[in-house]
């Protein structure tokens, strides 16, 4: 192992990082024939889920629209399920069509959260027992379901500095197929700018005792250390594995949000709905989820 965790509790299960010598060659990635696009109007006749996602700003640019409407679709993909849709509605959000066989918990997970991964290193000024502190008491309210959630993120958050890598800094994030016990783990291979981004933050917090914190949507999912060997060059390669004590569907919906990229602006899922639409698109029937 290249860098190591502490032992640390968290609101969710502490992962480590590591860095890999060769390349991803064993990865399981969604496929399928159709290219993900935006289409300019409904599939007719449907049967199946539809959901309704709006951008969170006033008046929203038709060109951020098509940004977000084209980030959705790549996620959409992600799901391995045919025939889709998205398509730009007439009240100026974005309509998704969904088959029935589709997972709309896992649907719902991958396209309500912005997906933004960020690397980020603990501050020189912040104590690491107070993030043990902050941990700790996130996984104690996590087991009684009385966590404020939102104040804990932002405690955190603040022990940490400004994002150093971002989620346009990796190339490619998969989930191996894996035959052992293990829990999934999320294979980074990153952009040449992201692998000198990685190499300098992994030698400047080398042997330092401090974290670098990563965290999807401003969520902490790992916080490992680097030895300090790597002080002189940092941890070179390009390539990096998050592990953890992560579900099937949790490591792939975080790796199909790093591969789809962020949302350009917040997003929300705002209608989720069972509809059957005839050939002229008229509902037959709806009820809403």
Not at 117 to 122: C, E, G, K, P, S
Request: glycine content about 6%; aromatic content about 4%; some cysteine.
């Amino acid at each position: 192992m290249l860098l190591s965790c502490q032992n640390r509790d968290r609101l969710r299960p502490v992962g480590y990082l590591i860095a890999l010598g060769g390349l991803l060659s064993t990865a399981c990635v969604a496929s399928l024939n159709q290219t993900p696009t935006v289409r300019t109007e409904p599939l007719c006749p449907f049967e199946g889920t539809e959901m309704i996602l709006a951008v969170q700003a006033e008046t929203p640019a038709p060109d951020l629209l098509q940004s977000v409407a084209a980030v959705i679709a790549a996620r959409v993909h992600e799901l391995g399920v045919s025939p889709t849709a998205v398509f730009l509605n007439e009240a100026g959000q974005i309509q998704v069509q969904l088959p029935e066989e589709t997972d709309i918990e896992q649907a719902t997970q991958l396209l309500n959260s912005q997906g933004e991964l960020t690397f980020r290193a603990q501050k020189a000024s912040a104590d690491s027992a107070t993030l043990n502190l902050l941990l700790q008491e996130g996984a104690a309210a996590a087991v009684t379901n009385d966590a404020d959630s939102e104040t804990l993120k932002a405690n955190i958050l603040q022990l940490f500095e400004a994002p150093q890598i971002r989620s346009g800094d990796v190339n490619e994030a998969t989930v191996p197929v894996s035959t052992s016990s293990r829990s999934p783990e999320i294979w980074l291979e990153f952009s040449e700018a992201g692998a000198q981004a990685f190499a300098d933050l992994t030698r400047d917090m080398a042997g330092t005792g401090r974290a670098i914190g990563l965290f999807l949507d401003d969520e902490l999912l790992s916080a490992p250390t680097v030895d300090v060997r790597y002080a002189e060059t940092g941890i070179l390669g390009g390539q990096a594995v998050i592990s953890g004590n992560f579900s099937e569907i949790e490591a792939e919906t975080i790796a199909a949000q790093i591969r789809s990229g962020a949302f350009p602006a917040p997003t929300a899922v705002v209608s989720l709905q069972t509809v059957v639409l005839d050939e002229a698109c008229e509902v037959i029937s709806s009820d809403r989820l």
